[in-house]
T-cell receptor, first 114, second 114 residues
Framework: NAGVTQTPKFQVLKTGQSMTLQCAQD?????MSWYRQDPGMGLRLIHY???????DQGEVPNGYNVSRSTTEDFPLRLLSAAPSQTSVYFC?????????????FGPGTRLTVL | GESVGLHLPTLSVQEGDNSIINCAYS??????FIWYKQESGKGPQFIID?????DKRQGQRVTVLLNKTVKHLSLQIAATQPGDSAVYFC?????????????FGKGTHLIIQP
């Protein structure tokens, strides 16, 4: 299994541009989440999904959209990039609820918005 | 406000010594806690978790202690090794570890000195 994969690894955008961060998992996990991590900070939840067709907002959802059309994929869209969205983005998946709830994280996407 | 935080941003220990990393939480409704390890340039990696109906849980070389009276969580690492150098995050959940959110602390950087 490849686990949780994220593309791209690095991205530079100009203010106002849009893009999609890709996340895929091959473990048949029901739950998937997106976090952002700013320098010297812990992770903050952006959006999450408990299954295909179901998404919900986390702590910092503004400026981001998600969809979950398949179990495997959970893309994160930046509609109009802003410098405040410069961060490292992590996607995570977990099998389901406790006790099968260990979260597996991807390697991250480092995004810079100029 | 409700938050999860760490007492010390950096902890330096000698190789072979035991390490103790502390975490304070303020949300009395939290029912599930996790410790993550994050190495430079990588996503967080699950270490150990504990539910609020427990006060201690042991893994391989790691022990998590939970004191609900003072809302305190600690991670003990026995006989630290160079590979233990990383940033350690505590995280809490109010839904038993569901996808709707982990709240992360800011992290403690553990440095292992030879």
């Amino acid at each position: 299994n490849a686990g949780v994969t994220q593309t791209p690894k690095f991205q530079v955008l100009k203010t106002g541009q849009s893009m999609t961060l890709q996340c895929a998992q091959d473990m048949n996990h029901e739950y998937m989440s997106w976090y952002r991590q700013d320098p010297g900070m812990g992770l903050r939840l952006i959006h999450y999904s408990v299954g295909a067709g179901i998404t919900d907002q986390g702590e910092v959802p503004n400026g981001y959209n998600v969809s979950r059309s398949t179990t495997e994929d959970f893309p994160l869209r930046l509609l109009s990039a802003a410098p405040s969205q410069t961060s490292v983005y992590f996607c995570a998946s977990q099998p389901g609820a406790y006790p099968n709830n260990e979260q597996f994280f991807g390697p991250g996407t480092r995004l810079t918005v100029l | 406000g409700e938050s999860v935080g760490l007492h010390l941003p950096t902890l330096s220990v000698q190789e072979g010594d035991n390490s103790i990393i502390n975490c304070a939480y303020s949300n009395s409704a939290s029912d599930y806690f996790i410790w993550y390890k994050q190495e430079s340039g990588k996503g967080p990696q699950f270490i150990i978790d504990i539910r609020s109906n427990m006060d201690k849980r042991q893994g391989q070389r790691v022990t998590v202690l939970l004191n609900k009276t003072v809302k305190h969580l600690s991670l003990q690492i026995a006989a630290t090794q160079p590979g233990d150098s990383a940033v350690y995050f505590c995280a809490e959940s109010r839904s038993g570890g569901g996808a709707d959110g982990l709240t992360f602390g800011k992290g403690t950087h553990l440095i292992i000195q030879p």
